[in-house]
């Protein structure tokens, strides 16, 4: 049965014996990226009438930006259109994208593990932003596979990017490791059979 922990310290990423992929969300748990994005974002929706609360914005970080906006206009009941949005959002992050950094503790699970365990950034972005992203920091070349939300029908929490990113790997769901930051990933990871550890708690220390 997957199970759920939460990492502390740099200890609590590691995998079991019994995991060969390890699959990593981006933004916030490979990548400190939370400052750019909520600013793009707040920036992106100037002029539509909706000021981005950035609590509210933090609390559905696993969400993709485009489901985001739709969800903002609904909660406003103001008419927007989520792709021209998205789209502006995207170039606001890709100009800012050299100030997005790497979350160390994880960055070094993914080079310590290089060679022992395939590895897999399986994220709710876009890969319009994500793989500059990793591009950027370096480690685009330490991954096996990139899925993002352009890959499936239906984000997280649907278990849709991590069934994809295993497949890509050539591994079987029950021997994945996720390492997640948000809530619907998580929910993600254990609907597709993987166990997981919330990052959060040791991101959160840094």
């Known amino acids: 049965m997957a199970t759920a922990r939460t990492a502390r310290t740099a200890a609590d990423l590691r995998p079991g ?5 390890l699959l990593l969300d981006h933004d916030g748990t490979l990548v400190d990226s939370q400052a750019v994005n909520y600013r793009a974002l707040r920036d992106a929706l100037a002029g539509t ?7 509210w914005y933090d ?3 696993g969400v993709s930006t485009t489901e985001m906006v739709e969800r903002l206009g609904v ?5 927007v259109d989520a792709a021209a949005v998205t ?17 160390p503790a994880v960055a070094d699970l993914l080079r310590s593990t290089r060679g022992t365990l395939r590895a897999a950034v399986a994220t709710g972005g ?3 932003t994500v793989v500059p992203t990793l591009e950027a920091l370096g480690l685009l070349g330490l991954l096996d596979a990139v899925v993002t939300r352009d890959d499936v029908s239906a984000g997280k929490p649907s278990p ?3 069934v994809l990113a295993a497949q890509r790997l050539g591994v079987e769901p029950g021997a994945c490791l996720v390492l997640e930051d948000s809530d619907e990933g998580l929910a993600a ?13 040791l991101r959160d220390a840094g």
């Open 126 to 128: 876009q890969r319009e």
């Open 160 to 162: 849709e990017i991590f």
């Open 87 to 103: 789209a502006r959002r995207n170039a606001a992050y890709l100009a800012r994208v050299h100030e997005v950094g790497e979350h």
């Open 49 to 55: 009438g909706i000021v981005l609360d950035q609590d």
């Open 189 to 201: 990871a254990l609907a597709a059979g993987m166990d997981a550890v919330d990052v959060r708690p």
């Open 75 to 79: 909660l406003h009941g103001v008419p």
């Open 59 to 61: 609390a559905r970080t």
């Open 17 to 21: 014996p019994q995991h060969r992929g």
